[in-house]
């Protein structure tokens, strides 16, 4: 039954936050018409309008912040990432009447996959896309590269492999790379620039698409005042210049980033610098100059207007954007007023799809917001003449189409409230469960629940129709069932919190309420410090009072407050902490002293781990017998050593001379296949307990620790494969860790339960921080993905768990540590870890409402995506994994008290 509990929990849990996000988490429907040249088909034209050119040419420079391309001769002493592109400045101060220089603006999350979405359909992405940039499928809606190739044109494309995921089929010549290895910097790079002049060359295509990613990927790997981006940069500007050369009066060159980056290198929020990316045109033919028509900045799903039109294609169906006049200026009789057809062209475009998906939604625009558009829409077409050009008719409408764009945004905005309300009403009705009662709950009587639930969870809307009712009505009837005939009552509850338990609730309150205030999650990772020492200085004076002097209890509280303060220099940075700084050996040096240092500390500090370990397991009796014996003695110094040896070589910038990578690969990868060996054995056979017959006596070894010495063997397994996914200069964190958590699991194990599952869930909170993360999606290490594994083919299931497993190694690791905490009598009956499991989901589910509150609350604050967002699905993530150790650590616990019945059974009975 405490197996079914947990797995109960542990389902509930991510049913309620599935549930809550799918209110929260914005979404649009999309609508599968597909534009046709019989739409609007221009006088005397095959299609919409007259094509201004023949050829394009476009360069996608993966992460190509704005700045980047700006050129200041006034800088004397430029950072690595400034004046490393002069090519923009030269060809706009030598072809001022060819050129356009422009911000270039992405909606946030600016994710590559989505910005590959936005910058092809012309649509805006929602939050949970985001999900999409992993293994990215077909786009069905329209783009301008679906209508390109129906109407002939040949594409030709080079570069990230992202591209054959969503459009391969439309492509004429495709030379894909693979993308995915961020620590890769040149062979996406060298292989578009080995391939495009040559391309260009050829008489038999119509636009070329490259996607340069070395200057994200040198981003992601060191940071923007890394010399590695200054070397990309300039590579990258020397390529433009030879293009521009091969550019034609037919054809128009256009080079612009999908995104920014941070001053860490990281992109996926919405700061400034992440979604402010750059946009370069070089016209072939003139570009006529008109003041009032050039804008500094324009958004990317501009561009899909933009590029269809001036190729004289039709616009995708779906698409918000708006045509950038300025390049549709020749100076060329009559070009004044092509422009002006191409935006009315434009508007009727936009305007058909909002009557398009307000007809298929229902409900989705409100009646007052589409009664603004429509009427000025008519007032926009009532000036307009296809005679005459008048400014004040193309300047209604781009008003116009920009009402459009902003009203969608925020309606895309919107949110189903009855929904996060119903899920976190489902919540406290679990906690309210699980606290007032004393006996099991028979998790049977929610059933019914299922059905219902499925029914509500599919409906289009949940809160029309009867399943939501019905839900709610029988969550109330399962929840009486289960409460009525032995709850304890709310009276009774508090009547039973002591004055030890005050503290640990205040603190408790606080870290609760603190989610809604921004600042609180901008340094939660310090806060959550603080509170970690401050329970334990109350538990010391707590043992100080019952205990009085203790050399033990103070040299136990002093090791734990110390090593979890050194473990917060290991903490990561957020792009909000300008204060920040990382130590020296979390940074990139790779100056030859400074490597050997990190090298050698890891090394120290790893093998001075895993002795420890062993002889903390032998003191306590856990090794006397048992595959737990072998495991310890054998194995882990077998992988330390592969470790060892894989550091060496790997840190070693000639190692390529010594070694090939895929062998220097299979090093980590014989580490994790040894790791899951040992994993396996133990939990197959974890019974440490051993019995000893003396001639007068037995002995028995191991009985105080039959619990939480096999979790600890675990616990000590992990650690080789957890130190290469961190490397080497994060790696010293663990060993800091476990010593805070061992000492802390002596100084609490006295403590009330509440005491001791805060703690806990302060070092889940604190683990999870000083392994260098944070809660924003630009702290993800995708680097975890590439230990052993520099080529992943087309599965990203090896990549994905690694990077879950990093950045979710704190909470496994507290969890496998429970029991070492949570248990000190050898009685079986108050060794079950049935409560502390239960009382673990209360903390986590409590924790995850008030996530959920502060999103609901502020959902329309400036920072909901960049802050509140992902801190609400961290605190997700976290919740979830502990019910998943939840249910490991009981089916452990279940095997291990089994098989030590049966073996004391058999060796007490002889004796």
Same mark, same amino acid.
Request: proline letters at 5%; a neutral charge.
């Given at each position: 039954?405490?197996?079914?509990?947990?797995?109960?929990?542990?389902?509930?849990?991510?049913?309620?936050?599935?549930?809550?996000?799918?209110?929260?988490?914005?979404?649009?429907?999309?609508?599968?018409?597909?534009?046709?040249?019989?739409?609007?088909?221009?006088?005397?034209?095959?299609?919409?309008?007259?094509?201004?050119?023949?050829?394009?040419?476009?360069?996608?420079?993966?992460?190509?912040?704005?700045?980047?391309?700006?050129?200041?001769?006034?800088?004397?002493?430029?950072?690595?990432?400034?004046?490393?592109?002069?090519?923009?400045?030269?060809?706009?101060?030598?072809?001022?009447?060819?050129?356009?220089?422009?911000?270039?603006?992405?909606?946030?999350?600016?994710?590559?996959?989505?910005?590959?979405?936005?910058?092809?359909?012309?649509?805006?992405?929602?939050?949970?896309?985001?999900?999409?940039?992993?293994?990215?499928?077909?786009?069905?809606?329209?783009?301008?590269?679906?209508?390109?190739?129906?109407?002939?044109?040949?594409?030709?494309?080079?570069?990230?492999?992202?591209?054959?995921?969503?459009?391969?089929?439309?492509?004429?010549?495709?030379?894909?790379?693979?993308?995915?290895?961020?620590?890769?910097?040149?062979?996406?790079?060298?292989?578009?620039?080995?391939?495009?002049?040559?391309?260009?060359?050829?008489?038999?295509?119509?636009?070329?698409?490259?996607?340069?990613?070395?200057?994200?990927?040198?981003?992601?790997?060191?940071?923007?005042?890394?010399?590695?981006?200054?070397?990309?940069?300039?590579?990258?500007?020397?390529?433009?210049?030879?293009?521009?050369?091969?550019?034609?009066?037919?054809?128009?060159?256009?080079?612009?980033?999908?995104?920014?980056?941070?001053?860490?290198?990281?992109?996926?929020?919405?700061?400034?610098?992440?979604?402010?990316?750059?946009?370069?045109?070089?016209?072939?033919?003139?570009?006529?100059?008109?003041?009032?028509?050039?804008?500094?900045?324009?958004?990317?799903?501009?561009?899909?207007?933009?590029?269809?039109?001036?190729?004289?294609?039709?616009?995708?169906?779906?698409?918000?954007?708006? *045509?950038?006049?300025?390049?549709?200026?020749?100076?060329?009789?009559?070009?004044?007023?092509?422009?002006?057809?191409?935006?009315?062209?434009?508007?009727?475009?936009?305007?058909?799809?909002?009557?398009?998906?307000?007809?298929?939604?229902?409900?989705?625009?409100?009646?007052?917001?589409?009664?603004?558009?429509?009427?000025?829409?008519?007032?926009?077409?009532?000036?307009?003449?296809?005679?005459?050009?008048?400014?004040?008719?193309?300047?209604?409408?781009?008003?116009?189409?920009?009402?459009?764009?902003?009203?969608?945004?925020?309606?895309?905005?919107?949110?189903?409230?009855?929904?996060?309300?119903?899920?976190?009403?489902?919540?406290?009705?679990?906690?309210?469960?699980?606290?007032?009662?004393?006996?099991?709950?028979?998790?049977?009587?929610?059933?019914?629940?299922?059905?219902?639930?499925?029914?509500?969870?599919?409906?289009?809307?949940?809160?029309?129709?009867?399943?939501?009712?019905?839900?709610?009505?029988?969550?109330?009837?399962?929840?009486?069932?289960?409460?009525?005939?032995?709850?304890?009552?709310?009276?009774?509850?508090?009547?039973?919190?002591?004055?030890?338990?005050?503290?640990?609730?205040?603190?408790?309150?606080?870290?609760?309420?603190?989610?809604?205030?921004?600042?609180?999650?901008?340094?939660?990772?310090?806060?959550?410090?603080?509170?970690?020492?401050?329970?334990?200085?109350?538990?010391?004076?707590?043992?100080?009072?019952?205990?009085?002097?203790?050399?033990?209890?103070?040299?136990?509280?002093?090791?734990?407050?110390?090593?979890?303060?050194?473990?917060?220099?290991?903490?990561?940075?957020?792009?909000?902490?300008?204060?920040?700084?990382?130590?020296?050996?979390?940074?990139?040096?790779?100056?030859?002293?400074?490597?050997?240092?990190?090298?050698?500390?890891?090394?120290?500090?790893?093998?001075?781990?895993?002795?420890?370990?062993?002889?903390?397991?032998?003191?306590?009796?856990?090794?006397?017998?048992?595959?737990?014996?072998?495991?310890?003695?054998?194995?882990?110094?077998?992988?330390?050593?592969?470790?060892?040896?894989?550091?060496?070589?790997?840190?070693?910038?000639?190692?390529?001379?010594?070694?090939?990578?895929?062998?220097?690969?299979?090093?980590?990868?014989? *580490?994790?296949?040894?790791?899951?060996?040992?994993?396996?054995?133990?939990?197959?056979?974890?019974?440490?307990?051993?019995?000893?017959?003396?001639?007068?006596?037995?002995?028995?070894?191991?009985?105080?620790?039959?619990?939480?010495?096999?979790?600890?063997?675990?616990?000590?397994?992990?650690?080789?494969?957890?130190?290469?996914?961190?490397?080497?200069?994060?790696?010293?964190?663990?060993?800091?860790?476990?010593?805070?958590?061992?000492?802390?699991?002596?100084?609490?194990?006295?403590?009330?339960?509440?005491?001791?599952?805060?703690?806990?869930?302060?070092?889940?909170?604190?683990?999870?921080?000083?392994?260098?993360?944070?809660?924003?999606?630009?702290?993800?290490?995708?680097?975890?993905?590439?230990?052993?594994?520099?080529?992943?083919?087309?599965?990203?299931?090896?990549?994905?768990?690694?990077?879950?497993?990093?950045?979710?190694?704190?909470?496994?690791?507290?969890?496998?540590?429970?029991?070492?905490?949570?248990?000190?009598?050898?009685?079986?009956?108050?060794?079950?870890?049935?409560?502390?499991?239960?009382?673990?989901?209360?903390?986590?589910?409590?924790?995850?409402?008030?996530?959920?509150?502060?999103?609901?609350?502020?959902?329309?604050?400036?920072?909901?995506?960049?802050?509140?967002?992902?801190?609400?699905?961290?605190?997700?993530?976290?919740?979830?994994?502990?019910?998943?150790?939840?249910?490991?650590?009981?089916?452990?616990?279940?095997?291990?008290?089994?098989?030590?019945?049966?073996?004391?059974?058999?060796?007490?009975?002889?004796?």
């Amino acid at each position: 039954m405490t197996v079914g509990r947990a797995l109960f929990l542990l389902i509930s849990l991510l049913f309620l936050c599935l549930l809550f996000l799918r209110g929260f988490l914005l979404t649009k429907t999309e609508i599968n018409r597909f534009s046709t040249c019989h739409d609007f088909r221009a006088e005397g034209q095959e299609c919409w309008a007259p094509p201004r050119y023949k050829r394009a040419v476009l360069l996608l420079v993966d992460a190509l912040r704005h700045d980047f391309t700006q050129y200041n001769p006034d800088i004397t002493q430029p950072e690595p990432w400034q004046n490393k592109m002069p090519i923009f400045r030269e060809l706009l101060q030598k072809h001022p009447d060819r050129t356009r220089h422009m911000e270039f603006i992405a909606d946030p999350p600016s994710a590559t996959f989505l910005r590959l979405k936005g910058l092809t359909t012309g649509g805006l992405p929602t939050f949970v896309d985001l999900g999409s940039n992993f293994g990215a499928n077909e786009i069905s809606e329209d783009s301008w590269v679906r209508q390109l190739s129906e109407r002939g044109k040949r594409l030709v494309f080079l570069g990230d492999d992202t591209w054959m995921g969503i459009y391969s089929r439309y492509f004429h010549r495709a030379f894909p790379f693979p993308s995915f290895d961020v620590w890769d910097l040149d062979t996406v790079d060298n292989g578009v620039w080995e391939h495009l002049l040559p391309q260009m060359s050829t008489p038999d295509w119509d636009v070329i698409v490259g996607h340069f990613l070395g200057v994200d990927h040198a981003g992601h790997r060191y940071h923007v005042n890394h010399p590695a981006l200054a070397a990309k940069l300039g590579q990258v500007n020397d390529w433009i210049g030879r293009v521009v050369e091969e550019i034609d009066s037919d054809t128009v060159l256009l080079v612009f980033g999908d995104h920014g980056m941070t001053t860490s290198g990281d992109h996926g929020g919405e700061t400034h610098d992440e979604v402010t990316s750059s946009l370069f045109v070089y016209s072939g033919s003139d570009l006529k100059s008109d003041p009032g028509l050039e804008m500094g900045r324009v958004y990317q799903t501009d561009l899909v207007p933009t590029l269809t039109l001036l190729l004289g294609v039709p616009t995708p169906f779906s698409s918000l954007g708006s *045509v950038i006049p300025s390049l549709f200026l020749s100076g060329g009789e009559g070009d004044k007023l092509d422009l002006q057809r191409a935006m009315m062209v434009n508007l009727n475009q936009v305007s058909r799809y909002i009557d398009a998906y307000s007809e298929q939604v229902a409900g989705e625009f409100s009646g007052s917001d589409l009664a603004v558009i429509r009427e000025q829409i008519a007032r926009a077409k009532h000036g307009y003449n296809h005679e005459v050009y008048s400014e004040g008719t193309v300047r209604e409408i781009r008003e116009t189409l920009q009402l459009i764009r902003d009203t969608c945004a925020k309606q895309w905005a919107r949110f189903d409230i009855p929904l996060m309300v119903f899920s976190m009403v489902l919540t406290c009705l679990l906690v309210v469960a699980l606290v007032v009662t004393e006996t099991p709950i028979s998790w049977v009587s929610f059933l019914p629940i299922i059905p219902a639930a499925a029914l509500s969870f599919e409906s289009l809307s949940l809160w029309s129709g009867v399943t939501h009712p019905v839900t709610v009505l029988t969550m109330i009837v399962c929840t009486t069932y289960t409460l009525y005939p032995r709850g304890k009552g709310i009276t009774d509850l508090f009547k039973s919190i002591t004055p030890p338990d005050l503290p640990s609730l205040t603190l408790l309150a606080l870290l609760c309420i603190g989610f809604t205030t921004n600042s609180f999650v901008l340094v939660e990772d310090y806060t959550a410090l603080f509170f970690f020492s401050t329970l334990l200085s109350l538990n010391y004076l707590s043992l100080l009072r019952q205990h009085g002097w203790n050399t033990q209890h103070a040299a136990l509280t002093l090791t734990a407050l110390l090593s979890s303060r050194v473990s917060a220099t290991f903490y990561g940075c957020r792009e909000e902490q300008f204060w920040c700084d990382r130590t020296w050996w979390l940074g990139d040096d790779q100056e030859p002293r400074v490597r050997s240092w990190r090298f050698g500390a890891a090394l120290l500090a790893l093998i001075s781990h895993q002795y420890g370990m062993y002889r903390y397991l032998r003191g306590s009796g856990s090794l006397g017998m048992g595959v737990v014996r072998v495991v310890m003695g054998v194995l882990q110094p077998l992988k330390c050593g592969l470790v060892a040896v894989y550091w060496a070589l790997s840190s070693n910038p000639t190692h390529s001379a010594v070694v090939s990578e895929e062998t220097l690969n299979w090093i980590p990868r014989s *580490v994790y296949l040894v790791t899951i060996a040992s994993v396996l054995l133990i939990a197959l056979r974890p019974a440490v307990t051993l019995v000893v017959q003396y001639p007068d006596k037995y002995q028995i070894y191991g009985a105080i620790t039959c619990y939480s010495g096999p979790l600890l063997a675990i616990y000590t397994s992990l650690i080789p494969t957890l130190a290469l996914l961190l490397r080497q200069g994060p790696s010293l964190v663990l060993p800091l860790l476990t010593i805070q958590l061992l000492s802390s699991s002596h100084l609490l194990r006295s403590s009330s339960t509440l005491t001791k599952l805060l703690a806990l869930h302060l070092m889940t909170l604190q683990f999870f921080f000083s392994t260098g993360h944070q809660a924003a999606v630009q702290q993800f290490d995708w680097n975890a993905a590439f230990v052993g594994f520099t080529n992943h083919g087309s599965s990203h299931v090896i990549p994905v768990g690694m990077i879950v497993l990093r950045t979710l190694m704190g909470t496994v690791l507290v969890g496998l540590a429970t029991p070492a905490m949570m248990t000190s009598q050898p009685e079986w009956e108050d060794r079950t870890p049935t409560s502390y499991i239960t009382g673990s989901a209360v903390v986590v589910l409590v924790k995850c409402v008030w996530a959920a509150l502060a999103c609901t609350i502020h959902r329309r604050h400036l920072m909901i995506w960049n802050i509140f967002t992902p801190r609400l699905i961290i605190e997700m993530c976290l919740g979830a994994c502990t019910c998943v150790m939840g249910v490991v650590v009981c089916g452990v616990v279940w095997w291990t008290e089994r098989l030590t019945r049966d073996y004391l059974n058999k060796n007490l009975k002889r004796s």
